[in-house]
């Protein structure tokens, strides 16, 4: 998307609701404070990818990060989820600070991801790919999962029937059995979202999940999102590139540029801000 594009969509009525027979905001009020990110510095050598970066999320909201490419968006949550370590600042996840831990520790804590370029097991069946979430939760060692024995057969039973739960909720259960790999990219999305859901998140992170999504597709993904915040007060920290989206369904949005934070508030907020509008159009004010 096009820096002039990207802002007709920031100042301009959303094509996906213009679309859809319901509006879709957000309806629930957000909580207090989640996830408090203080201060984060990241670099890569001479290169600066994050610069300084504070902002909060409250429970229960959809809070969006955006900004052109290359503004340091997936490197956030990159540090977030435990995959970057930041030179500096901390993140706080419930009130507990840390500077950094790996990605097994922050999914232990109750942070989901799902990536922008899809990590799928593609010989494997849609809930087989979704049963792979529930690992964490699994308390039989591998020795007796592998043999199904005992108390080993009784859990997988009680998951398979949670991530049963989770196809219908996703609208895939014609393609449960099916190879992912043979499935249309957005059904792969759908999927990649179960996943992601079969851990049980209190925060879910999206790094673009409507990215390579036809209107349609688009419609059905934004109806999934505001679904597990509602129904399962999932909170949601949303990159995205498509601004009616954005606009449509976030509560509260940080703009990134060049990794330094320039925008920070409501969706009416952003589209008002002069340097959000400068970063989108290239332009001085």
Known sequence: MSAT?????????????ANDDATLQPVRAPGAVILDVRNISLAFGGVKALTDISFDVREHEVRAIIGP??????????????????QHG??????????H??????????????FQNLALFKGMSVIDNIMTGRNLKMKSNIFQQALRIGAA????????????????????????????????????????????????????LLDEPMAGMNVEEKQDMCRFVLDVNEEFGT????????MGVVMDISDRVV?????????????EEVRRNEDVISAYLGTSH
Not at 103 to 112: D, Y
Not at 235 to 242: C, F, Q, R, S, Y
Not at 255 to 267: A, E, N, S
Request: charged letters at 25%.
């Open 5 to 17: 594009t990207a802002y007709a969509t920031l100042t301009a009525e959303s094509p996906v609701a």
């Open 69 to 86: 490419n290359g503004a340091g968006k997936s490197s956030m949550l990159n540090c977030i989820n435990g995959v970057y370590a930041p």
């Open 90 to 99: 901390s993140i706080s996840f419930r009130g507990r600070t840390f500077n």
């Open 101 to 114: 831990m790996n990605s097994r520790q922050v999914a232990e804590m109750g942070i989901a991801r799902t």
């Open 153 to 204: 057969e009784r859990e997988e039973m009680q998951h398979r029937e949670f991530v049963e739960h989770i196809i219908d909720f996703l609208e895939i259960q014609a393609w449960r059995k099916t190879p992912v790999g043979r499935l249309p990219y957005g059904l792969q999305k759908r999927v990649d979202l179960g996943r992601a859901l079969a851990m049980e998140p209190q925060v879910l």
């Open 235 to 242: 909170t949601i920290v949303l990159i995205e590139h498509d």
């Open 255 to 267: 703009v990134l540029d060049y990794g330094k934070k320039i925008g920070d508030g409501t969706p």
